[in-house]
């Protein structure tokens, strides 16, 4: 019989849980029974460059505890490795064990601008967005992995933007495209790291995500998001963040996840292997959307996608 917890005793740490996918994968490794430590830099106390004060990482802990978990909000800038050092070093003096590390720090939205080219871009904001996407999952990998690699079975994943075949195109802007390609090539080299010492690696993105921050950017609230689709076709595609919440959490309960091991993974694909939807109990599959409609041109709906 299958467990509804299959994940009671594993210990978590979501980087960058404070909202969307990062907050979605915290909440249901927590349904699934896992202990899950959540950080990022919005607290109840202090606010990132971000700007968004409505969600926090206590918010984030509180839920991961309502859906079934153990939820610890840990505040972290996860560019000072001292502050992940020190993240790192609570979850080994309360467990001594890491059994899952999901990387989803991000938060440079804000910096990007989708119609200039490299040399027209703000070279600063550039450098800002590579440091939030890439540096910053070079450091926690390099402080949490000498604790998740002490035991075999450790998970780790990287959240990203878009898969490596569909990447293979340029993505709208020079530094997104380095920063949301840079996970996919992470999780394939810590793939065959890790593969020595018994460890899986994957990078994992969500489709068209409808988070928080997206839901204002379009004016409307996961009650109401099909008035978007007015303003943005593709937004008839969209999932929530429940989605790759679902998928990670899953895969993190498979036995067999080290099949995985390198890949690059989406929430549409994990979920036709899992067998879970969405919150709505669709099954929406965005980059088959995107790829087979939107860029290639097929006559079909996008419902004949969820």
């Known amino acids: 019989m299958t467990t509804r917890t299959p994940l009671a005793g594993k210990i978590a740490l979501v980087a960058g849980a404070t909202r969307g996918a990062g907050r979605a994968i915290a909440v249901q490794l927590g349904a699934a029974g896992a202990t899950v430590y959540v950080t990022g830099r919005t607290t109840r106390e202090k606010v990132s460059e971000v700007g968004r004060a409505s969600e926090t990482i206590e918010e984030t802990a509180e839920l991961v505890t309502a859906a079934g978990g153990e939820g610890v909000a840990l505040p972290a800038d996860h560019l000072d490795p001292e502050q992940v050092r020190a993240v790192v070093a609570r979850i080994d003096d309360d467990h001594g064990r890491l059994d899952i590390l999901v990387n ?23 450098l800002r967005m590579l440091e939030l996407g890439v540096r910053s999952h070079i450091v926690t990998s390099s402080c949490a992995l000498p604790l998740l690699v002490r035991n075999p079975g450790g998970l780790v994943v990287e959240v990203t933007d878009g898969t490596a075949e569909t990447n293979k195109e340029r993505r709208e802007n020079f530094f997104y495209d380095l920063a949301k390609n840079a996970p996919i090539r992470m999780a394939y080299v810590l793939g065959e790291e890790l593969e020595s010492v018994g460890c899986t690696a994957v990078s994992v ?22 008035d978007g689709i007015e303003h943005q ?33 989406s929430s549409g694909q994990l979920a036709r292997e899992y067998d879970f939807t969405d919150a709505d109990g669709s099954r929406p599959d965005a980059w088959g959307y995107i790829t087979d409609v939107v860029k290639g041109g097929a006559d079909r709906s996008a419902e004949e996608y969820r």
């Open 104 to 126: 989803d720090v991000w938060g440079g939205e804000h910096l990007i601008v989708w119609d200039k080219k490299m040399w027209e871009t703000d070279l600063a904001n550039g």
């Open 205 to 226: 993105t969500p489709g068209f995500l409808r988070s928080e921050q997206m839901l204002d950017n379009f004016s409307v609230t996961e009650e109401t998001w099909r």
């Open 233 to 265: 076709p593709v937004f008839a595609i969209s999932e929530s963040p429940v989605y790759v919440g679902r998928a990670v959490a899953a895969l993190a309960a498979d036995p067999d996840r080290a099949r995985w091991n390198g890949r690059s993974l």
